[in-house]
């Protein structure tokens, strides 16, 4: 923000070809530039679909549910041999689960939850879940489990930024700096060819 960038909030299926680059809608009206960035996670296929890319793009759901527990949890802990995680959070004992393969937009299953319950529950007491219903997200991810970064094939000044599966909030900012590097053509000290769109065509 210092540095002259401004948060809006859009809708990218707006998305259009205007001029010499691209336009979208946002709360602070219809946004040109030279340059854009599909960065929509599990949501990238729909959008990249609609622009005639078909890449081999699939979800890993996980849920989370808080509980009331009266166990004084001091740090979290993984269950790695059955796939579980209980952290202490101040809403409560946060129990996560495995994968779930299914597509983005299907109905939550209580079956992760339910059998990590019953496998936490041997190991604490988890007490009553809160009664919100429990939070589901969706992993996205390739047939090789790497990103998409990189320009988009047909369309010039478009960027792919999508699929970084189960390490998306680790690799944010390393990803951001590659993209930004490879935007402006600078060199970068990261080899991007693996991640390259072009990899799926
Ligand atoms: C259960 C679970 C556990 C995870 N654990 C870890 C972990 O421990 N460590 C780790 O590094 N990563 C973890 N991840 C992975 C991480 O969450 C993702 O890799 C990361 O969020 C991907 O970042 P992204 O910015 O590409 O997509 P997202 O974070 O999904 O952001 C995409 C954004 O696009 C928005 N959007 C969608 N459609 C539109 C539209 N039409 N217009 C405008 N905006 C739109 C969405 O609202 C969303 O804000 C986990 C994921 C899950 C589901």
């Given amino acids: 923000m210092a540095r002259g960038g401004r948060f809006l909030t859009g809708d990218a299926t707006s998305l259009q070809s205007q001029g010499a680059g691209w336009s979208v809608q946002t709360s602070g009206g219809r946004v040109q530039a030279e340059q854009a960035v599909l960065a929509l996670g599990p949501w990238a296929d729909a959008l990249i679909r609609t622009l005639g890319y078909r890449f081999p793009l699939f979800v890993k759901r996980g849920y989370h549910q808080h509980y009331r527990s009266p166990a004084q949890l001091r740090q979290p802990l993984l269950d790695a041999e059955r796939g579980y995680v209980l952290a202490p959070m101040q809403r409560g004992l946060r129990l996560t689960t495995g994968a779930e393969f299914a597509p983005i ?9 339910l059998k990590a319950e019953a496998l936490a529950g041997e190991l604490l007491d988890l007490g009553e879940p809160l009664s919100e219903p429990p939070w589901l997200g969706a992993r996205p991810c390739t047939a090789d489990m790497l990103p998409v970064m990189g320009p ?4 010039k000044g478009l960027w792919f930024n999508f699929g970084h599966a189960h390490q998306g909030f680790t690799l944010g900012p390393v990803a951001g700096r590659l993209l930004a590097e ?3 053509g600078e060199s970068s000290r990261v080899d991007a060819r693996p991640y390259l769109p072009q990899r799926f065509m």
Avoid: S
Avoid at 105 to 113: E, S
């Fill in 152 to 155: 988009a094939p047909r369309h």
């Fill in 105 to 113: 937009d299907a109905p939550p299953t209580p079956v992760q939850l």
């Fill in 182 to 184: 490879m935007v402006h």
